[in-house]
């Protein structure tokens, strides 16, 4: 484990520890799954920092006190969701592979939204605190009024709003002759017509 450590850092080997499986079953160990893992955190790190021409990490300039779409608020509260009853399922490889469809989302946005940011880091601590508590300290030097600049270990878990989680669009996919032609997303109130 120290030369983990050394090479990835603390949190990586944590991370890889809970995301090689079920704690029951016995998994063989894997470098390039301490590696995978480390490639998450540095994307979660990425997600609100960046290189400038010097070198130095400096913060994004996507990342904005802004309101989140309805499609992010859908998968932070999911997030949320998922990796508090993960947690006292003890499945936490799956509460991890969450995590990384909350990162993927967010990383793909034009504004990424700091409260949604947050929301993530408080569902990561538990996982990897150190890069988490950083980053959140960060994030409040810099959004005092949106950020609570406590450690995150000692806020309360973030509550999900079930409201956000209730699929008001359906995809219909258009077929002729069984060859998909296109794809509609409509309210899913819709009349048949």
Known sequence: PDDVVEEYGADAL???EMFMGPLEQVKPWSMKGVEG????????WRLVF????EGDWVMREAVADVEPSKATNKVVHATIKKVGQDIEDLSF??????????TNELTGLDQV??????????????FAPHLAEEVNAQLAAKFPEAVDGSDLANQPWPAYDEACLIED??????QVNGKVRDKITISKDASKE
């Open 37 to 44: 893992v480390f490639r998450f955190l540095a994307r979660v």
């Open 14 to 16: 944590r991370l890889y």
């Open 113 to 126: 939204p700091v409260r949604s940011v947050v929301t993530l880091l408080q569902v990561l601590n538990p």
């Open 50 to 53: 960046e290189t400038n021409q």
């Open 93 to 102: 490889n799956t509460a991890i592979a969450q995590m990384m469809v909350c």
């Open 169 to 174: 669009e359906i995809d219909i996919v258009i």
